[in-house]
């Protein structure tokens, strides 16, 4: 092949072989093409696309703890409405503990009634100096004086029909179970002696031996 005088095949290099144009530029004159993220226009919609991204982020977030303080605020306000009605109906229930600081309610223990005798220097288990029912829950039923001698007879406890008869006189004291009630007498019955109390006397027999009649100056009975 042959070459035109001067060119040698357009290949010198180096050794007097050309030197190709540098890769990516034009010719003299010539501006590279600009990059189309370079425009005010897509600048500005970016901008904007990253405002309403970072609103809606804080408006979420701000919602997001509204919601949580309303929540804490109605589960506090649910629980000491809970407690509220806890504390009433454990203050007003059976004696169990009610609320802190307070007692609960101790119900008194009823007590038993008991009569008030007429007869002089007595309670209701005879006389304050003399003859007295024995136990502390024994009530006298009938309590008598006469001149020389003071009577009380007894209800064994709360047993109906359960009596003893209880007497003092100068010449000493004594007690007779079980005595029977006949009419509106209560007869006791100690060998051969028998003492009959009615509201108005005291009779002692003794044998075949004359009654001694004691008038009553004051009788007293619970039934």
Do not use: H
């Not at 002696?193 to 004051?218: C, F, K, N, R």
């Amino acid at each position: 092949m042959t070459y035109p005088p001067g060119d040698p095949g357009g290949y010198t290099s180096g050794e007097g072989q050309p030197t190709p144009p540098p890769q990516g530029y034009g010719p003299p004159g010539y501006r590279p093409p600009r990059s189309p993220w370079s425009s005010p226009l897509v600048i500005a919609a970016v901008a904007i696309g990253v405002i309403v991204v970072i609103g809606a982020a804080l408006g979420a977030y701000w919602l997001t703890r509204g919601s949580g303080s309303e929540d804490s605020s109605t589960t506090a306000g649910a629980s000491a409405s809970t407690q509220t009605v806890t504390s009433t109906i454990t203050g007003s229930g059976t004696g169990s503990a009610g609320p802190a600081g307070t007692s609960p309610t101790t119900q008194p223990t009823p007590t038993t009634s008991r009569p008030t005798p007429t007869v002089s220097g007595t309670d209701w288990q005879g006389f304050l100096s003399g003859p007295r029912c024995n136990a502390a829950d024994d009530p006298a039923i009938v309590i008598g004086r006469t001149s020389r001698s003071q009577i009380v007879i007894c209800q064994v406890g709360a047993q109906t029909g359960r009596w003893y008869y209880k007497g003092a006189a100068p010449q000493g004291t004594i007690e007779v179970g079980y005595p029977q009630k006949v009419g509106n007498s209560y007869v006791a019955q100690n060998g051969s002696v028998t003492y009959t109390v009615s509201p108005t006397a005291l009779v002692i027999t003794d044998g075949d031996d004359p009654p001694t009649t004691e008038p009553m100056l004051e009788y007293w009975t619970s039934s």
